[in-house]
């Protein structure tokens, strides 16, 4: 039986529209090491600062970058505030209905993540029973840190009974990486998925709001 689901947000159960890429190249080209398509995509679900660093090729530079990505980003986002996916606030509500407890990981740090937050009023003890950010766990994905640190927060020890969550494929590798009893993939991000198949999800879904209906199968 499935105790927590860890699940990203953007692009899993927030849309922000895809700005946290357009930002993410912005601010990497503005640099002078623009890169492309392909390289962004690697980075989807990433710690954005392991993602600058990492693209621009300059750690010395990297709390200077997100600076400017987490100022360019919050800007964006006021003027087009991020909305709860379809069908996700109900689903987050049946979830937590039925005992499932629900976390949020993501490669934000807290600046960005609270914003995003904010914008659809989701706290921890209504909506939520913990929020994960990669800049406060040792490693961000695919490393397994975040999920652990949620499991932690939620007072689940068995990562069998976990359901990890996200769009991307570095989303399913830290799934498998925590040895979580369901890796589900969604479709309402950026990859495609042959992308997020290659990685060996448990399941791949149209949304997150999908997940009441299949979370107590198998």
């Keep these: 039986m499935i105790a927590l689901a860890a699940l990203d947000i953007a692009g899993t159960t ?25 390289e962004l995509r690697r980075w989807m679900g990433a710690d954005k ?9 300059a750690p010395e530079a990297t709390e200077a970058l997100h600076d400017r990505f987490v100022t360019r980003l919050r800007e964006v986002y006021a003027a087009t505030p991020p909305v709860a996916f379809p069908g996700v ?3 987050l509500v049946a979830l937590r209905d039925s005992g499932v407890r629900v976390a949020l990981t993501t490669g934000f740090d807290r600046r960005i993540t ?9 706290h921890v003890g209504d909506q939520l029973d913990a929020v994960v950010c990669a800049d406060e766990v040792g490693a961000g994905r695919p490393a397994p840190d975040m999920i ?21 494929a570095l989303d399913v590798q830290a799934g498998r990486a925590a040895r979580a009893g369901r890796v589900v993939a969604v479709l309402t991000g950026a990859q495609t998925r042959a992308e997020l198949e290659a990685h060996g ?8 709001a999908d997940l009441p209906g299949v979370i107590g199968r198998g």
């Design 114 to 122: 609270e914003a995003i937050l904010s914008e659809v009023d989701w």
């Design 148 to 168: 652990h640190r949620a499991m932690d927060l939620t007072g689940v020890d068995d990562p069998a009974r976990v359901l990890a969550a996200g769009d991307t």
């Design 201 to 208: 999800p448990t399941l791949v879904l149209p949304g997150v």
């Design 49 to 57: 600062r392991a993602a600058l660093a990492a693209l621009t090729g």
């Design 14 to 38: 927030i849309d922000e529209g895809g700005a946290v890429y357009r930002v993410l190249a912005e601010v990497v080209a503005e640099h002078g090491t623009p890169a492309s398509d392909a």
């Design 89 to 91: 606030p109900e689903a």
